[in-house]
């Protein structure tokens, strides 16, 4: 089967190129197959939300593709987007987002309005909507009439009349008790098994994860692990694959930092015959370890040190035994899950910090190939490989021909800054 939904190497930045820039999304890179439940987990500000939204074709990638059903979504004209999210999803916010002047009916039927279907056609399938949420009775009440639950359930009918594949939920518990809360959730996973929705979620509340196929573990705009549930049956198309110790850790400490997840994993690979207090020590000594606060001479005086002096208490021999595998396991782990960054030299972070300052003076909106362009034109200019003309030609040369792709007076302009910032030193 093949993937509804492909990320590939996907970013999203903001004020790109300034000294203000942000990564709102990060280099990623998955698939979501048809009929799956999947849950973007993590922290506000993660991340999380703008991922849902490049989905729904309300962002666009700064770098990278997003394919939704076969289409990249980028490559959409404005009345192909139109269609395209009338018919390939339903969105569900936080907020809901129904209109507070009309009706639940009204609210419900909007989607079917916009798309011209017949008026007998789309009562008929708003009230077979109102009618499984529990909320006919309401359809003649104002929005403000309603608790937020009631709400919630309108919002779901209107995102699913139309019929969409695919279900966007943006956190859509986050306003309700957790009764409604409840109601709404099992809705959801109902669309999934008995409709055979694909459905979206975004939560930072760990109680939902195991409602899902798969959990993604978000970070600072990044994936940091997915999680498979084993409980739940494979989706056709998904690699079948044991669940990694890491991965188990992950479902049941879903809050723990990465280091700490870490370090608990390593502790548990160690078999330690040690009490909850002892291993505790253990596993902060680890965690030290792993930062960077500690050397492995340092996690070897706290494994030796005694317990009122705030170590764990091994004798001399044995506290080495144990630092020495845990470094090697530490390593390991580094080795296996590493994330590949690019070594700065200082020449090229002098010129990273040369074109933040060109670019917070600039006006005008730059792309991510020109901010590329003019990091490698400038790194060439401070190591001495280019001259002050060629600098100028590279900055007024169209980025297709190899420059950087400003107009004549930008390129005079930054290259006179360049030259008065490289002479001061």
């Not at 960077?292 to 091994?314: F, H």
């Amino acid at each position: 089967m093949e993937p509804i939904i492909k990320f590939e190497n996907l970013s999203v930045a903001y004020d790109l190129g300034k000294s203000n820039e942000t990564w709102a999304l990060r280099e990623i890179t998955l698939e979501i197959y048809p009929e799956e439940y999947v849950i973007f987990f993590g922290p506000s500000g993660c991340g999380k939300s703008t991922l849902l939204y490049t989905i729904a074709g309300l962002e666009f990638p700064t770098t990278g593709r997003v394919i939704v059903n076969g289409k990249d979504l980028k490559s959409l004209n404005q009345k192909e987007l139109i269609k395209f999210h009338r018919s390939t999803i339903g969105m569900v916010f936080q907020a809901y987002y129904l209109i507070p002047t009309f009706n639940v009916r009204d609210n419900i039927l909007l989607p079917q309005i916009f798309a011209k279907v017949p008026p007998s056609q789309r009562l008929r399938k708003a009230k077979f909507l109102m009618e499984r949420f529990g909320i006919l009775a309401l359809k003649h009440r104002k929005i403000s009439q309603l608790s937020g639950g009631q709400q919630q359930r309108a919002a779901i009918a209107r995102a699913l009349i139309n019929d969409p594949p695919i279900i966007l939920a943006d956190e859509p518990v986050g306003n309700l008790d957790s009764k409604n809360a409840e109601i709404v959730l099992d809705l959801l996973e109902e669309l999934n098994k008995e409709d055979k929705k694909t459905i979206i979620h975004v939560t930072h509340n760990p109680k939902d994860l195991p409602r899902a196929n798969r959990v993604f573990y978000m970070k600072d705009g990044k994936i940091i692990r997915e999680v498979v549930n084993t409980e739940r049956p494979t989706i056709e198309g998904m690699t079948k694959r044991e669940i990694s110790e890491l991965e188990r850790l992950a479902q049941a400490y879903p809050y723990l930092t990465e280091t700490r997840l870490r370090a608990k994993l390593i502790l548990n690979h160690l078999l330690l015959p040690f009490g909850i207090d002892t291993q505790q020590k253990i596993e902060e000594a680890i965690e030290k370890y792993i930062k960077g606060e500690i050397n492995q001479s340092g996690l070897t005086e706290i494994l030796d040190a005694p317990p009122e002096e705030g170590g764990v208490g091994l004798y001399s021999q044995r506290a080495r035994t144990l630092a020495q595998k845990i470094v090697n396991l530490a390593e390991e782990i580094r080795i296996i899950e590493e994330e590949k960054y690019p070594v700065l030299t200082p020449a090229i972070e002098r010129a990273q910090r040369l074109r933040t300052y060109l670019l917070d003076n600039y006006q005008g909106k730059v792309s991510f190939e020109q901010v590329k362009r003019l990091d490698e034109i400038l790194t060439k200019r401070i190591i001495g490989k280019i001259r002050k003309k060629t600098l100028e030609k590279f900055l007024d040369l169209p980025l297709k021909k190899g420059g950087a792709g400003f107009n004549r007076r930008t390129a005079k302009r930054f290259t006179r800054q360049i030259e008065l910032i490289l002479m001061k030193g």
